[in-house]
């Protein structure tokens, strides 16, 4: 019998915003698939999973999903790797499988193929396995890369996805900040857009700029040139012991920004 697939969100950073459906699941699941941005890294989501859920006893797939770089992106600073880092926990109860090695660019399909059939050998064998994402599944998830490869695979798979708090929710709750009322209009893009972006500041009434760091000084002088700049609020990482909330923007150094950091323009 087919083991069952479960994608759950795990929230933001802050084990106490997991569901009690998301907790559930992984306490139930036999395996537990996670994200890795680098080969042997750490996965935040696991992380958080971890001070919610006993995982002694559950095996870990590490699906290591490199990432493409674009003009846009660059080298983070120490300090900005330092603050954008997570550890997993030392549980000596559970067991490692990491799916691939370093790859370049070009193989990035053979990754998530390499991952598709780490978690169908476990589904044929009966297991039950959970994917845990960060925030949200279904806000820029890396689960979505796999799904339809999931299903052309298997097309009977049954996949459960358990929604989480997201950080754009997380956020706006920590900044106090209403993401729209009435009928207002609501925006969400990643900062990196740059040629939409003066646009998507006109037309709508909220803004929610992700992956900031890059552009930074981009965004600080479109925001001034628009007279919007005391609009616009930072939130980095959400919920987590670290969080930063600035109301302030230029306070903001760009050498401090990481990864999970993201701006709410509320005009």
Known sequence: ?????????????????????????????D????????????SLALSIAAKAVNLDGKEVIEAYFPMKKTKQQGT????ARKRGSATVPKTSGFTNIRTSSLVDDGELDQKWNETVQAILSKLEKGNDVVFLTLGDPTIYSTFFYLY?????????????????????????????????LANEKIALLPANYMEDLKDTLTVFDTVVLMKVSKVWSEIMHLLTEMNIVDKAVFISRATMEDEQVIHDIR?????????????????
């Open 1 to 29: 019998m087919t083991g069952t697939l479960r994608v759950v969100g795990v929230g933001p950073g802050d084990p106490e915003l997991m569901t009690v459906r998301a907790v559930k699941v992984i306490q139930q699941s």
């Open 31 to 42: 395996v537990i698939c996670v994200p890795t941005g680098k080969e042997g890294g750490s």
């Open 148 to 180: 339809d490869r999931l299903k052309e695979a298997l097309p009977d798979l049954h996949i459960e996805i358990i929604p989480g708090v997201s950080s754009i929710n997380a956020a706006a709750a920590r900044a106090s900040v209403s993401l729209g």
């Open 76 to 79: 983070k600073s120490a300090e």
């Open 251 to 267: 306070d903001v150094r760009q050498d401090e920004i990481n990864y999970f950091s993201l701006v709410i323009v509320r005009k």
